[in-house]
């Protein structure tokens, strides 16, 4: 949200909002005003999403439950999405995370981040920022799925994903093979030991036209 940075009045679509913090955050920046649109798929997910949104008073959130991927036509000035990952930065938390990490999954999210992605770019205004972010350190998941947006659409546009306060380490430039975008260190790439906190992968795309 901090990255995304929405003003009073803006139009906001939280793509995958559950359990709450994030649009919580998102409606305090917003000063309670303008529409922010908090998806989520499941019902269990989107009740813990509603509870949080009651209990923390923001009032300008509509909940909407269906698959990010069917989104259209809508044009929203900013958007967040903070796609469901492999949760590989969360391990020196949750151990069970490396016991569950196989090639497989990590392409299954990657293709289904890919097309989040590109489902909230196409309801993005022209003019409007769109924020990307995992709780993943897997490049394929991170800087393969912004490359693929940047090569997709033109229009896409990088610029500096930065937080004050933080330390951060450089993106990954390529990996297996695969050699991505030359704006990507303009993303943000947080490892476990950077701030002794989780991992992190951020990035801010703004859609020129």
């Known amino acids: 949200p901090l990255i995304l940075n929405p003003k009073p009045g803006d139009i906001v679509l939280d793509l995958c909002a559950a359990p709450?913090?994030?649009?919580?955050?998102?409606?305090?920046?917003?000063?309670?005003?303008?529409l922010i649109v908090a998806n989520d798929y499941t019902g269990i997910r989107l009740q813990s999403l509603g509870i949080n949104v009651?209990?923390?008073g923001a009032s300008n959130v509509l909940l909407t439950q269906m698959y990010g991927q069917q989104?259209?036509?809508?044009?929203?000035?900013?958007?967040?999405v903070d796609a469901p990952c492999s949760g590989t930065g969360t391990i020196r938390k949750s151990p069970k995370t490396i016991r569950m990490w196989n090639e497989k999954t990590i392409l299954f999210f990657a293709k289904q981040q890919r097309q989040l992605i590109t489902t909230a770019y196409q309801n993005l205004k022209p003019g409007g920022t769109l924020v990307y972010s995992t709780c993943s350190l897997e490049p394929e998941e991170n800087e393969g799925v912004v490359t693929s947006l940047l090569n997709t659409f033109p229009t896409a546009k990088l610029k500096p994903a930065r937080l004050g306060g933080l330390h951060h380490s450089p993106a990954v430039e390529e990996f297996n093979g695969e050699r991505y975008h030359p704006d990507i260190q303009k993303c943000l790439r947080?490892?476990?030991?950077?701030n002794d906190t989780e991992g992190f992968?951020?990035?801010?795309?703004?859609?020129t036209e």
């Open 20 to 34: 709450g913090s994030k649009t919580t955050q998102l409606a305090q920046l917003m000063k309670n005003t303008g």
């Open 190 to 194: 947080l490892w476990p030991q950077d």
């Open 71 to 80: 989104f259209q036509n809508f044009q929203f000035d900013k958007i967040l």
């Open 54 to 56: 009651q209990r923390m």
């Open 201 to 207: 992968f951020v990035a801010k795309i703004v859609k």
